[in-house]
């Protein structure tokens, strides 16, 4: 239950961190949404409450009665559906409701009081043992009301996770800043809080004054907060301890707090900017800038400016070859002030009226923000790109569809905007490194086009070596490197031994193939559709953010290491099990068409993580709710695909074509099955399951990586023992037999290892064909039907081919990221046929 205020914001700022949303509302709860869904754990948040709509279960209250306490008879509440049913009470300030609440069958009754607050707002509470069992919340508005609206609450929702404050209301979260490993943020109940990424309190410290909107600064284990009190303060990042507070904003204004409005910090060293205003949120009409410096236990002022007026409320650094600057947005334009607070404020661009949001730095070479107003007279509605100096260089027109006021900033990401407005959000494309700069001048070449450049010069002086070595033997220099190569490699080398041949192959492949694997291994931590950077700093990053032991990471550390190393490891460990798992199937039913799935185990994997994610199926309430559920279950489904094909395969006589048809049957089976749940089913996940089929590691975080990495690291190194053994099945099962091996027992435990490292491979990923087929073929035709060579061929080669993969998924479609399955055919397709052609004659099976 809540005031249903005339107009309700939600104007704070979330934090992303690792695979989560963290989205603070002014009801004093944050909302962990992930990334990956909406799926069962994301919630709905209108005006001020907590609506938090799911779907599983329903959420609604089935009737609401109403009347004054000095009337006798109730009247029903009108219903109005939204996410969930809502019923309006007409309330006028000072005057008290009797009400009856009937929900899930029960009857909550009590009385409702609408009376004046303090400080021009409206207070709304509940009374009553009945009805206080429902709710206890005492609201508190700051805006006209004229009805109560009156819903069932969200009885999944943690109430032990909301942040403790002065009444519910004013416990609202401020925007949140993430820094080593835990969110920082204010609440307009004027206690800063600290907490890990679980929700869990780190600490609480009172600072007394009000924050709605501004987020703190963290930098040098200290938070810097402003509030509304006219206060700054410097807390300890570990314990919340006050370090130091000055009071740097004095007006009169006492609507939102006591003397004023403290912007979102930003410290460069021991210096700290800041703009100030009165207080008056949107009504406001004086303001400042203020620098002052940290000295361990004190702030002092630096630099005090009233002259620029209001000014935006974030400070923005840029780092430049013209020195070190902080720039913002004022009355008197583009202004900006030397990062070390000498020299006063400069005005780079006077030009410049009408914008609230703050400039954003992209590259250390442009400052980009939108007006404030919509286009209209020949003017508004204008993303404009300036050079340091003020200059402006480029301008981009917001989309007439959504282009409305704005006070919010635009976010930059490579060559893409994103950008929002009061009339919606929209994502542009455009390249602002180019036709911006005046002359060309792009301030020198981006790192990989000096990679590029150096990986042609050298691979002309390679071949102009080749080209002379060639003359001077007096042959062609194709034919000449062709026969080096292969004397080299073991493939053309008649001198050697066939055993002696054989190893020089595996190692030439194990060389290529792990050059190739750790090439494509850098390139995913350092390329990604939001943000790139060079192979030398993303291993530079890597190294640093493993130095730090995950915490208190740069921005560039957090990409790397929290975001993309863990989605490399698993797309290696995935190409390596599929490789591994494919080989031995090939090898045990003895047919070359054979895949890791052709057991039934892709389908079951399918149908029960379809069923969980598209259905809510738990199986039958045993799992429950976490963020395992889908991987075990498609484990489970899995396995049990493989035991049902097993058993038809050995009830109908345990030969090679007994299994590769009963894990048709069994495939079809389950496919129906899976046909029928994604036809029939609405579910707003229906996408995400979708989604699974298709194969994609954008789930995998430090959570999970290692539940993948580990079983099938081991599983692949457990296969090469029984290598010898796999070459004997090929010799048929009467030859095999009559050396020793049993085969049925073989065969029924190689198919074991096999599917239980393919169920591994899909719990997490979902379904990712092709290289499990194709990987193992192309090892035979290089290396031939030896799987003392094959197999470690395959650990290599597949561990390439799904991180350049899931690299192309990533990065070809920006920002839409493509399914790993189909890149994987698309690499693979082109290889193998050329492979066949060359050497299908050689092809061994």
């Not at 279960?57 to 000095?70: N, P, W």
């Not at 204010?186 to 987020?215: H, K, P």
């Not at 940290?294 to 400070?315: C, K, Q, Y």
């Not at 009963?662 to 495939?667: E, T």
């Amino acid at each position: 239950m809540c005031p249903r205020p005339s107009v309700g914001y939600e104007t704070q700022t979330g934090a992303i961190a690792g695979n989560y949303y963290y989205w603070p509302v002014t009801n004093g709860h944050i909302l962990k949404v992930p990334l990956s869904g909406p799926g069962t754990e994301s919630y709905t948040v209108e005006i001020s409450s907590v609506l938090a709509s799911a779907s599983s279960g329903s959420l609604t209250v089935s009737a609401v009665e109403y009347k004054l306490s000095s009337e006798s008879s109730y009247v029903s509440a009108e219903k109005e559906e939204r996410d969930t049913d809502v019923f309006i009470i007409p309330a006028e300030i000072g005057s008290s409701y009797d009400i009856n609440v009937t929900s899930d069958g029960t009857v909550y009754s009590g009385t409702v009081t609408v009376d004046s607050a303090s400080k021009g707002g409206v207070s709304v509470s509940f009374d009553g043992d009945s009805l206080k069992s429902y709710t206890d919340s005492t609201v508190t508005a700051y805006s006209d009301v004229d009805s109560v609206y009156v819903m069932k609450k969200f009885a999944a929702f943690d109430s032990s996770r909301t942040i403790e404050g002065r009444s519910t209301y004013a416990t609202g979260v401020a925007s949140m800043t993430v820094w080593g490993g835990a969110l920082f943020f204010g609440t307009s109940s004027g206690y800063t809080y600290a907490m890990d990424f679980d929700l869990n309190v780190l600490w609480r410290t009172d600072t007394e004054g009000q924050n709605y909107y501004d987020c703190p600064s963290v930098s040098g284990g200290n938070v810097y907060l402003g509030n509304y009190n006219g206060q700054l303060y410097v807390l300890d990042a570990a314990t919340g301890d006050v370090k130091a507070s000055a009071d740097i904003a004095s007006y009169p204004s006492k609507v939102y707090g006591e003397g004023g409005r403290v912007c979102s910090p930003l410290a460069v060293g021991d210096l700290i900017f800041m703009s100030i205003s009165d207080g008056l949120g949107m009504n406001s009409t004086q303001g400042g800038l203020r620098v002052y410096r940290f000295g361990g236990s004190s702030l002092t002022e630096v630099l005090s400016d009233d002259s620029v007026g209001l000014s935006s409320t974030f400070m923005t650094y840029v780092d430049s070859e013209d020195g070190s600057w902080v720039y913002f947005l004022c009355d008197k334009g583009l202004c900006r002030v030397s990062a070390d607070g000498s020299g006063g404020t400069e005005t780079a661009d006077s030009d410049v009226s009408g914008i609230r949001g703050s400039p954003v730095n992209v590259g250390g070479k442009y400052l980009v923000y939108q007006d404030y107003a919509f286009s209209r007279n020949g003017s508004g509605g204008i993303i404009h790109v300036v050079s340091l100096d003020g200059k402006e260089v480029g301008s981009i027109s917001r989309p007439s569809d959504i282009d409305q006021w704005t006070m919010t900033s635009v976010l930059v990401c490579g060559s893409m905007i994103y950008i929002g407005t009061d009339g919606g959000f929209a994502v542009l494309k455009s390249d602002l490194t180019v036709g911006v700069s005046p002359g060309g001048d792009s301030g020198g070449l981006p790192g990989w086009v000096i990679w590029a450049a150096v990986a042609c010069i050298a691979l002309a002086a390679l071949a102009a070596a080749a080209i002379l070595l060639a003359r001077r033997a007096g042959k062609p220099p194709g034919k000449y490197l062709s026969e080096k190569l292969g004397a080299m490699s073991g493939f053309r080398n008649e001198a050697l031994s066939k055993t002696a041949a054989n190893k020089r192959r595996l190692l030439f492949v194990l060389v290529l193939g792990t050059a190739l694997a750790a090439a494509a291994f850098l390139c995913c931590l350092a390329f990604g559709p939001s943000h790139s950077m060079s192979l030398s700093e993303a291993a530079g990053n890597l190294i640093s953010a493993i130095d730090k032991g995950g915490k208190g990471l740069t921005n560039d550390e957090l990409y790397v290491y929290e975001s993309r190393l863990p989605r490399a490891i698993a797309a290696m460990a995935v190409g390596m099990g599929l490789s591994v798992a494919g080989c031995m199937y090939q090898a045990v039913i003895r047919n070359p068409l054979v895949d890791p799935y052709i057991m039934g185990v892709s389908s079951g994997a399918g149908t029960f993580a379809v069923a969980s994610i598209a259905s809510g199926f738990t199986l039958w309430g045993l799992l429950g709710n976490s963020d395992f559920m889908v991987p075990v279950l498609a484990v489970i489904g899995g396995l049990l695909a493989f035991g049902l094909t097993m058993l038809i395969a050995v009830l109908a006589g345990r030969t090679s074509t007994s299994y590769v048809l009963a894990g048709v049957v069994i495939g079809l089976a389950f496919s129906s099955i899976q046909t029928v749940i994604l036809t029939t089913s609405d579910s707003e996940d229906l996408q995400n399951a979708v989604s699974w089929l298709y194969g994609s590691f954008t789930s995998v975080d430090w959570d999970n990586v290692w539940l993948i990495f580990f079983p099938t690291v081991f599983m692949c190194a457990a296969s090469l023992l029984w290598a010898k053994e796999l070459n004997l099945v090929l010799l048929g099962d009467d030859n095999a037999q009559q050396m020793g091996l049993n085969v049925r027992r073989f065969d029924a435990g190689m198919l074991i290892l096999a599917s239980v490292l393919t169920s591994v491979c899909v719990a997490f990923v979902g379904i990712i064909g092709f290289v499990g087929m194709v990987v193992p073929h192309i090892c035979r035709m290089i290396l031939g039907s030896d799987h003392r060579l094959v197999l470690p061929a395959s650990i290599v080669l597949g561990a390439a081919m799904m991180l350049l993969a899931d690299l192309l998924a990533r990065m070809i479609m920006i920002p839409q990221e493509l399914p790993v399955g189909a890149i994987t055919t698309v690499i693979g397709v082109p290889l193998f046929a050329y492979l066949l052609i060359k050497r299908g004659k050689m092809y061994s099976g």
